[in-house]
């Protein structure tokens, strides 16, 4: 694809709720990177993959979030048992190279996720 | 935690003035990274620049580092309303592929 795709564009869950969040990033892409967004606020870095390991996943907030990227492409951000604090915007980037030094981020647009 | 804190919060200016938009960071740096996120879109990459360049220039956008100082700043020249977005600076986090973001300026361009 053109660039970095991110479904569903919304999410509404009930508190308590798993939901799973995707990422297509793109095509050859090493790099792929989660970043959780609160309103107002910047991008907080949640995990970093390069192409299938998980190299950094010290942003996580809780054991609740767990990513994976098993075939070293599309990427899933899941959120056990949903709670309101965990409404925000969820991105995805990735990168060509295996360094933020040598390749800029491309981001989706992103999945909103309300936990009402 | 935020490495680059942006300054001012927000700015409103009027079509074809120029905004400039500061960033500050706390840790040395190999490079620093600005950003730009139109309303309910992802952020999109504007312009990197080394710790060892003082200056880059990307069409109406300038940057500027100052490692001494830990500052950086965007300048846009000739805005128009549709440079009206929020900008990030980004920063590597020592030894790791982590960028970490600023709060961001909410920059207003005013037809």
């Known amino acids: 694809g053109a660039g970095v795709s991110q479904s569903p564009r919304y999410k509404v869950a009930k508190r308590g709720q798993d939901v799973a969040l995707r990422c297509d990033p793109i095509s050859g892409h090493v790099s792929l990177f989660w970043y959780q967004q609160a309103l107002g606020q910047g991008p907080e870095f949640l995990t970093y993959?390069?192409?299938?390991?998980?190299?950094?996943k010290s942003g996580l907030p809780s054991d609740r979030f767990f990513a994976e990227r098993p075939e070293g492409s599309v990427s899933t951000l899941k959120i056990q048992r949903t709670q309101q604090e965990d409404s925000a915007v969820y991105l995805c980037?990735?990168?060509?190279?295996?360094?933020?030094?040598?390749?800029?981020?491309?981001f989706g647009n992103g999945t909103r996720l309300t936990v009402t | 935690s935020q490495q680059g804190e942006e300054d001012p919060q927000a700015l409103s200016i009027q079509e074809g003035e120029n905004a400039t938009m500061n960033c500050s960071y706390k840790?040395?740096?190999?490079?620093l990274q600005w950003y730009r996120q139109n309303s309910g879109r992802g952020l999109v990459h504007l312009i990197l620049?080394?710790?060892?360049?003082r200056e880059k220039h990307s069409g109406r956008l300038r940057v500027t580092l100052d490692t001494s100082k830990k500052s950086s700043s965007l300048l846009i020249t000739a805005s128009r309303a549709a440079d009206t977005a929020s900008y990030f600076c980004?920063?590597?986090?020592?030894?790791?592929?982590?960028?970490?973001f600023g709060k961001g300026t909410k920059l207003t361009v005013n037809p």
């Open positions: 993959f390069q192409n299938e390991a998980q190299l950094d």
């Open positions: 980004a920063t590597p986090q020592g030894g790791s592929e982590k960028l970490v």
């Open positions: 840790t040395s740096i190999n490079n």
């Open positions: 620049i080394r710790s060892n360049e």
């Open positions: 980037a990735s990168s060509f190279a295996g360094t933020v030094s040598n390749s800029p981020l491309h």
